[in-house]
């Protein structure tokens, strides 16, 4: 019986919310091979975000610092999951695959996730390995929130290195706290050593059944003091790395114009006169972002138009900028915004971001959104 087999054999078995049916891989009797079948596809899916059939755990292999800028590598099972680069395509387990791996960069300073071009070496005894070098998917999950990530298939057993080379941010503008730094690479290397016993041993729950494709999602999770798994705090740090969550919608700087709801994801737009975003006007801040857990929605395209008594006053493509006061977000300077007007967002292309369980049907299709000051 492999992992699908177990997890259809035991769905329901708990009375509320997540089953009571974790344990161990090994424990179970199950072999390496049998770990890698997917848990069932949820059918019927909602255009939205959903309660996804399981629950797994991961686990942290380390972090490393350079300078501004610091890495967290973790791990769980290998995982199917759908690229999404113009159209969708879905990335089956192979049997060969050891582990799905993940990386998560961040900002020292301001604990704030970059999403930023980067590569991978795996080395084995200073060496990279076959298919040890490449570029991770950038991702969305329930569990990871906002991270880099891919299936890979490792020779064996023993002791590796990933080195992570990350691009500075030279497509991204940076104000607040940002401005004038992150502007040059950066490499860091976790060393890790590979055992097929902690993958096995990772614990899974699965959900009722009668909840999946549910309009809801997973907490986050992060890591405890010796890498197991653990819900995250409101923040969504807790002691592991964040999860590229934006700052929270009510501590947003400026006026708040709505949070309105399109394609599933939440857009809180702000108006502010910051002399950081705009010397002479007004400044438009959208923050567009997974609902329930508030992780970012980053590699959009978006754009604003400004109506005043019918007539249109402004309009433009909107700037993906990083600030320490709303995070990662996409900004437009206008020449003013006054009571009445009609601001519209659009949104011109969807998140280019992979998604796992629970997200690759929604941030899709959108219509526009209008919020009146």
């Not at 704030?112 to 040890?132: A, F, K, W, Y």
């Not at 990772?202 to 309009?215: K, M, V």
Request: hydrophobic residues 35%; glycine residues 12%; contains cysteine.
């Amino acid at each position: 019986m492999n992992r699908r087999g177990f997890l259809r054999g035991t769905t329901g078995i708990g009375t509320v919310g997540i089953a009571g049916i974790a344990g161990c891989l090994e424990q179970l009797g199950f072999e390496e091979e049998s770990a890698w079948a997917n848990p069932p596809l949820v059918e019927n899916r909602p255009d939205a975000v959903y309660l996804p059939s399981s629950r797994e755990e991961m686990a942290m292999y380390g972090t490393a610092t350079d300078g501004d800028y610091a890495v967290a590598l973790s791990y769980t099972f290998p995982h199917r999951f759908w690229i999404v680069s113009g159209g969708k395509e879905l990335v089956e387990v192979n049997t060969d695959d050891s582990l799905h791996l993940m990386v998560t960069l961040w900002d020292r300073e301001t604990h704030t996730v970059l999403p930023v071009d980067m590569r991978l070496e795996i080395r084995q005894e200073g060496s990279p390995i076959d298919d040890g070098v490449f570029s991770p998917w950038p991702m969305i999950s329930q569990r990871m929130g906002f991270h880099y990530g891919d299936n890979v298939r490792l020779p064996g057993e023993g002791e590796y290195t990933v080195r992570v080379r990350a691009d500075p941010l030279t497509g991204t503008a940076r104000t607040g706290a940002f401005e004038g730094r992150l502007d040059e690479p950066a490499s860091l290397e976790v060393d890790f050593e590979y055992a097929r016993s902690d993958i096995n041993g990772l614990s899974f729950e699965t959900i009722d059944e009668d909840r999946w494709g549910s309009r809801d999602a997973l907490s986050l999770m992060t890591h405890g003091e010796e890498g197991s798994d653990g819900e995250a705090g409101s923040d969504g740090q807790g002691s592991g790395p964040p999860m590229g969550q934006g700052p929270s919608v009510d501590e947003l700087p400026g006026e708040l114009l709505g949070t309105e709801r399109t394609g599933d994801a939440s857009f809180p737009v702000v108006v502010t006169d910051a002399d950081r975003f705009t010397d002479d006007g007004a400044y438009l801040a959208v923050s567009p972002r997974t609902p329930y857990n508030d992780v970012i929605l980053p590699f959009t395209s978006l754009s604003a138009a400004i109506d005043r008594e019918g007539e249109r006053r402004d309009d433009g493509s909107l700037t993906a900028t990083l600030d320490d006061e709303f995070g990662y977000h996409y900004g437009l300077a206008v020449d003013d915004v006054r009571e009445g007007d009609r601001v519209t967002i659009t949104v011109d292309s969807p998140p280019q971001v992979s998604r796992h369980d629970g997200y690759e049907t929604a941030f899709f299709e959108f219509e526009a959104v209008t919020y009146t000051v």
